[in-house]
């Protein structure tokens, strides 16, 4: 059964670029049946999908980010990357990486990991 | 972008009880919507996808309906364990939208 886990720093300062790995096991990123999303929640926006990517490195961003995010995928590692630049406090959230059949919707997710922005 | 409202955004409800949650999509998304449930501290968990398709492993209590803009999430009987926070998603077009969430609690 496939398992995601994000890891990366729980503290960014403003300005500062966020930036998160989720590392998958139990399956291979490079399979042609999935997207690899990233996801995060704040008490005042709710659950924000950021984005998602392919295999092959094409991604798809959500436009409120205003370009602010990109994300990445290492084959080799069998892991894919969220960074995200200029942050500030409403970028504060839980950060979630999860897997999607290439439906859009998210059958497994990671635990989700806290990033606060605060200086 | 395609907005999600949910209704109601709480409801009270006892074991046994049948429950129904509405969400409602800005414009028509035909069948391309999920539901999910999250417990406090955990990620969601999906329940429903492409409306009315039941995830695997998920306890068939738990039915979604509707097309178009007007979807139900329908719990038959509720359980312990489902005392939760259920949001639906539209996966018709990008971004993929979530709803504010319905609250479901004793």
């Known amino acids: 059964q496939v398992q995601l886990q994000e890891s990366g720093p729980g503290m960014v300062k403003p300005s500062q670029t966020l930036s998160l790995t989720c590392t998958v096991s139990?399956?291979?990123?490079?399979?042609?049946?999935?997207?690899w999303s990233w996801i995060r929640q704040t008490p005042g926006k709710g659950l924000e999908w950021i984005g998602y990517?392919?295999?092959?490195?094409?991604?798809f961003y959500n436009p409120s980010l205003k370009s602010r995010g990109s994300i990445s995928v290492d084959t080799s590692k069998n892991q894919f990357s969220l960074n995200l630049t200029s942050v500030t406090a409403a970028d504060t959230a839980v950060y979630y990486c999860a897997r999607d059949p290439r439906d859009g919707y998210n059958t497994d997710w990671g635990q989700g990991t806290l990033v606060t922005v605060s200086s | 972008d395609i907005q999600m409202t949910q209704s109601p955004s709480s409801l009270s409800a006892s074991v046994g009880d049948r429950v129904t949650i509405t969400c409602r999509a800005s414009?028509?998304?035909?069948?391309?919507l999920a539901w999910y449930q999250q417990k406090l501290g955990k990620a969601p968990k999906l329940l429903i996808y492409?409306?009315?398709h039941l995830q695997s492993g998920v306890p068939s209590r738990f039915s979604g309906s509707g097309s178009g803009t007007d979807f139900t999430l329908t719990i038959s009987s509720l359980q312990p364990e489902d005392f939760a926070t259920y949001y639906c998603q539209q996966t018709n077009s990008f971004p993929f939208n979530f709803g504010p969430g319905t609250k479901v609690d004793i």
């Open positions: 492409a409306a009315s």
């Open positions: 990517i392919y295999h092959s490195g094409r991604a």
């Open positions: 414009q028509d998304i035909s069948s391309w």
């Open positions: 139990g399956g291979s990123i490079s399979s042609t049946d999935y997207y």
